[in-house]
């Protein structure tokens, strides 16, 4: 049973790993896109999209973007393969960060299907595979 609660431990650290860098990755990609013109227009985004928000250009959403799906995602990357101790939590704390962020982002009319959904996944799936490494490494699951 040891090596059966270590085999999901290992999968749910590898998926971790992959979702981390794909949404640091990705992140970071639209907060440079969108700092470097905030009025949207070379990403295709119209200035419409934040009439139901506090902002009026994506220069704030950007860092905020960038910093906490970003930045935090890769650093949290890193501390998974460095095996930290806490990067169970760390998985589980940036799915909550994702799904925050995509809340947020659908409570302000920002609700966009082609990007919205599949990061929907990536959260719900940080959320779960974090859960399943700390599970396993208590010995529950």
Known sequence: MSSNINK???RARTISLVLLFFLGISALGGAIGMILDPTGKQM???QEM?????FDNFLLPAIILGVFNGILSLLFAILVIKKHRLQSWMVIFQGGVLTVWLTAEILMDLYFPPLTLPYLLVATMLLTCGVL???SKTGLS
Not at 50 to 54: D, I, V
């Open 8 to 10: 999901h431990y290992k």
């Open 44 to 46: 295709q985004f119209p």
């Open 50 to 54: 934040l009439a139901h928000t506090p």
């Open 133 to 135: 490494m700390k599970l």
